[in-house]
């Protein structure tokens, strides 16, 4: 059976733009059939400040794979393209995040979903509001336009 998932998509290192639209390349390699794309947006990064600025976009798309699945897919992805750990909040070269995943609330050690401070990330709300501004937060029940309002 096939839900419908947001995927946030960063990258502050190398050729950013490119970057982000490999990462969709290869999430449809993988089965995940990409719906809607976000524009790219050029955002300061959030966390660490002392760091290049990101692209970020997001997607929406489908996909059969259970949450933990599509997680260790995303992780893959990011391996494949040469992401290595570093800090928490600092530079990467790809950074793929499962915003939502239909209207699943799941917290565990390994995932939280919807992921955590949506609503505190402009470089989240904005593409997310240009694709899917009626998408309610399972949690918080408000529309993601209204969350990016509130958010300024």
Known sequence: MYVTVYIGIGSNLGNREENCLKAIRLLEERGIKVLK???????????????????????????????????????????????????????????????????????????????PRIQERLFVLKPLTEIAPQLEHPVLKKKIKDLLNMAH
């Open 37 to 115: 794309r976000s524009s790219l947006y050029e955002t300061e990064p959030w966390g660490v400040k002392e760091q290049p600025m990101f692209i970020n976009m997001v997607v929406e798309a489908e996909t059969e794979y259970t949450p933990s699945e599509l997680l260790g897919v995303l992780k893959s992805i990011e391996r494949s393209m040469g992401r290595t750990e570093t800090k928490r909040w600092g530079p990467r070269l790809i950074d793929l995040d499962i915003l939502f995943y239909n209207n699943l609330i799941l917290d565990t050690p390994e995932l939280k979903i919807p992921h």
